[in-house]
């Protein structure tokens, strides 16, 4: 069943008064990226034992895995969200060296849609661009896998990788940098039982840092290797070719076609003195303005909850909409409800921020899907004198949802 036919039985109740917040998700990675899940099921699960009644699906550059998101959250009484990631370029920014949200590379900006239709619509000339994303990104990881052999070679290890095996066994049509390192790891496992050969195997792959991860925490393994291995100025380090990178404007494009509202997703302090797009908050606020974005992402666990408010509390009052998320696009298990750094909880203040949020975006993928226009007037921008209306019938949606028998 599509979104809409869930929500046949549907009628907007009036809200008055306040209102109360849920938990909510809205940025969940599924291994149709790469995911600290093993299934959608798995994500939905935990989203239901920890009480996160709104859920947002986030993959990069894929909306494979939308089908069994819907079915499997309303079957949950979950209210479910539909986003996509992209990664694109800001080539003035590369040419100057100033970073805009990749901490580690210039020019290079991660940017979501939330709030998409399903079932999805793109033209054939959308859907090429974007199957075009995901073959340069897996030629990419290839090239590092290459890399990563000559690597083995050079040090006399008497094993090699194999791209293919990695892409058709741990990955799902797209490969990453962090199904490398999984890789990486799963070969060295393979060949060194012993604890003390495995340990010695890292660190003379790794000779410019060393291992310093208990060797049974996978998750710590790999983010070393990646971090060792496949980061700039690294030894499997490849540099990305501009032309696998669509504009911010590009992005913004195909987001709109496909019924959602382009949201750029915020670092803050996850990178200390911020990046040079980020330091400025009135000016970041004009520049996204001027771009024709009018909602805003952050991942909370990489901030502090001061600085989470800090920059919330401007932004909703600047005009945007704001939700927040967890990713879970790297491995090992964390916990679905959204927390600031150091496994703080968020305030009634964000909570809200981020529920009102969720409201509107649950608004805007209900009226997309019933009259083919949202929260965003023909130009995509937000309608903000609507704020308010489209926040409670998007509590309305999400009430109906959560409260089914």
Not at 191 to 204: I, P, Q, S, T, V
Not at 219 to 234: P, Q
Request: charged letters at 25%.
């Amino acid at each position: 069943m599509s979104f809409i036919d869930n929500l046949k039985d549907f009628s907007p109740q009036n809200t008055s008064g306040e209102l109360k917040p849920l938990k909510v998700n809205n940025h969940l990675h599924t291994p149709h990226s790469f995911s600290a899940f093993q299934s959608v099921d798995e994500a939905l699960n935990q989203s239901a034992e920890e009480g996160v009644k709104v859920v947002g699906v986030n993959d990069f550059f894929s909306f494979d895995a939308y089908a069994e998101w819907c079915e499997g959250a309303f079957k949950r009484n979950l209210f479910p969200l539909f986003n996509v990631e992209f990664i694109g370029l800001n080539e003035a920014y590369q040419k100057e060296g100033l970073k805009v949200n990749d901490p580690g590379n210039p020019g290079r900006t991660y940017f979501s849609g939330k709030s998409l239709a399903y079932p999805i619509t793109l033209s054939a000339e959308t859907q090429s661009k974007i199957q075009d994303l995901v073959s340069n990104a897996n030629d990419y990881v290839r090239k590092m896998t290459e890399k990563v052999n000559d690597l083995l070679a050079n040090k006399h290890f008497g094993f090699r990788l194999n791209y293919e095996s990695i892409k058709s066994d741990l990955a799902m049509g797209q490969v990453r940098e962090r199904h490398l390192a999984r890789a990486i790891r799963q070969l060295a496992e393979k060949h060194y039982k012993d604890k003390n050969r495995l340990l010695a195997f890292y660190n003379e792959l790794m000779d410019d840092k060393g291992m310093t991860c208990n060797l049974t925490d996978e998750a710590c393994v790999e983010n070393e290797i990646r971090n060792a291995l496949l980061k700039a100025g690294k030894p499997a380090y490849v540099a990305e070719d501009p032309n696998g990178f669509l504009s911010v404007a590009e992005i913004r494009s195909i987001i709109l076609e496909a019924g959602g509202i382009p949201t750029y997703p915020f670092l803050a302090d996850a990178v200390k003195g911020y990046t040079d797009f980020e330091r400025d908050l009135k000016k970041v606020s004009a520049e996204l303005k001027k771009l024709g974005v009018w909602s805003v992402e952050f991942i909370p666990t990489r901030n502090n909850h001061t600085v989470l408010k800090e920059y919330s509390q401007f932004l909703l009052k600047e005009g945007f909409v704001v939700s927040f998320g967890t990713e879970h696009n790297s491995p090992g298990k964390q916990p679905i409800e959204v927390k600031a750094k150091g496994n703080a909880l968020l305030d009634m203040d964000l909570m809200k921020i981020n529920y009102e949020g969720a409201c509107i975006l649950a608004a805007h993928q209900y009226l997309f899907a019933k009259e083919g226009q949202g929260v965003l007037d023909a130009d995509g921008i937000f309608i903000s004198e609507k704020r308010e209306e489209f926040a409670k019938l998007g509590h309305s949606l999400i009430e109906f949802v959560t409260n089914k028998n």
